[in-house]
């Protein structure tokens, strides 16, 4: 059996784990006094010479900063770290006592950052590699009260802070009059988001402030292993093209969850008009089924009309009730319970009591519930927070989801669960395949 990781108690004892120079000691002894002396969260990491960690302020959070090797040691503890904070969401650094905001930015599109840099500040184009250490682009505040904008490499503590060490240039903001984080992300953002704005309708080029590198909340990478040479089989059925195109987009989508979300409801809601008549269908037969209907009567005619009321679509009822009649047509209840608790992480999600996405829950602990008409509701009502806006007069009390929030970071799961009933209803909604010759 590996011996048990074993947890420096003083900088010393990282010699017993791996040569490391004196000043390399001498600097871990540093920082840590110095992150106690500013109440600095400050560990060392337990594998043999992986180093240490910072904890810098961020908001009402804390933003490690990862040391892994005596040479970021060293570097990190010639700059005055603890008079900086990060700015919650962003590859972004403020001083309060020095009033500066500096943050890094980057193309927001598939083309690398580094040609849209070159694009937009490389004035020679003569073929030669593009140095950024010549870049400085300084704009003055129109009026008192506003910082000074620059664009330029990015300072040694922002090289040090940063969490990739990448070439970049960074967005400088000096003569900030801010004291508060808050304060600071909304100067930043205020700032930022007109000038790049104004970038791209002058040079047709996509910038966006760099965000904080973040995993999705339980984002994995297994994959199944199969052997494809016995396992493929020849195709037995098609598929609509217009429905697979959208999974195939979603599939695609992996870095952009809202719209990968999306791309899956739009799935289902290809079959919408197909399945809401059959609900639509049940419905008349009961209502003509009742010996207390009449024909003459207005209100028994309003009860018709109710139940075939066609939406934009083409389909039966508001989209709610299409939603869950398709659901209820092309999928198995105990298999839809089967696909949430299979996965340990999955159900914890789903019965834990740490409701991140504010939307209707599913009674998973609930053994005889059949799950598909709350799964129905949940998926409508993430669907509304993504696509409705606090502008939307019939969506007042939706909170809209927006690109990089908490909850979006949280969408994994259900990204998963809308992803699976889009595969069930393209199998359900799929026909022989057969020849057109």
Not at 248 to 268: H, T
Not at 388 to 402: C, F, G, W
Not at 421 to 426: F, N, T
């Amino acid at each position: 059996m590996p011996d048990e990781d074993i947890v420096p108690d003083s900088a010393s004892d990282f010699e017993e784990l791996e040569p490391v120079s004196q000043e390399a000691v001498a600097a871990i002894e540093r920082i840590e006094a110095r992150c106690k002396a500013a109440t600095l969260p400050f560990e060392r990491m337990s594998t043999p010479f992986a180093g240490v960690r910072i904890g810098m302020r961020c908001g009402r959070e804390v933003r490690w900063c990862y040391l892994a090797s005596p040479e970021r040691i060293i570097g990190f503890s010639d700059i005055e770290f603890e008079k900086w904070v990060f700015l919650s969401g962003y590859e972004a650094i403020c001083s309060y006592e020095a009033g500066v905001i500096e943050a890094g930015f980057q193309q927001s599109d598939i083309v690398p950052t580094s040609f849209a840099l070159r694009r937009l500040f490389d004035t020679a184009r003569a073929g030669a590699p593009f140095d950024m250490s010549g870049v400085k682009l300084i704009l003055g505040p129109p009026e008192d009260g506003l910082p000074t904008v620059e664009v330029s490499p990015p300072s040694e503590v922002f090289s040090k802070l940063a969490s990739s060490q990448r070439q970049r240039l960074t967005l400088k903001l000096t003569g900030c009059n801010v004291a508060q984080h808050d304060k600071a992300l909304s100067l930043l953002r205020r700032v930022a988001g007109p000038m790049f704005f104004q970038i791209d309708l002058l040079a047709d080029v996509p910038i966006a402030l760099e965000r904080e590198r973040r995993r999705f909340v339980g984002a994995r990478k297994s994959r199944k292993a199969v052997d494809l040479r016995s396992a493929l089989q020849y195709p037995k059925t098609e598929m609509d093209d217009a429905p697979l195109s959208l999974y195939w987009y979603g599939r695609s989508a992996s870095r952009m969850p809202l719209l990968q979300f999306l791309a899956f409801y739009q799935v289902l809601e290809f079959y919408f008009p197909i399945y809401s008549q059959t609900e639509a269908q049940r419905k008349l037969k009961t209502i003509l089924k009742d010996p207390t209907f009449r024909g003459d009567r207005d209100t028994d005619i309003v009860r018709l009309l109710s139940a075939i009321q066609v939406s934009r679509g083409g389909g039966y009822g508001d989209e709610r009730s299409q939603l869950r009649a398709t659901l209820l047509e092309c999928i198995d209840a105990s298999s839809l319970r089967d696909f949430l608790e299979s996965d340990a992480d999955r159900k914890e999600f789903y019965v834990g009591k740490d409701r991140v996405i504010q939307c209707h829950g599913i009674p998973l602990a609930n053994a005889s519930a059949d799950l598909r008409g709350d799964v129905a509701e949940r998926l409508y009502d993430i669907r509304c927070k993504i696509v409705h806006t606090k502008s939307d007069s019939q969506s007042a009390d939706v909170e809209p989801m927006l690109p990089f929030s908490k909850e979006a970071e949280h969408l994994l799961f259900d990204i998963e669960l809308v992803q699976y009933l889009a595969r069930q209803v393209l199998i359900a909604g799929s026909r022989p395949l057969r020849s057109t010759a």
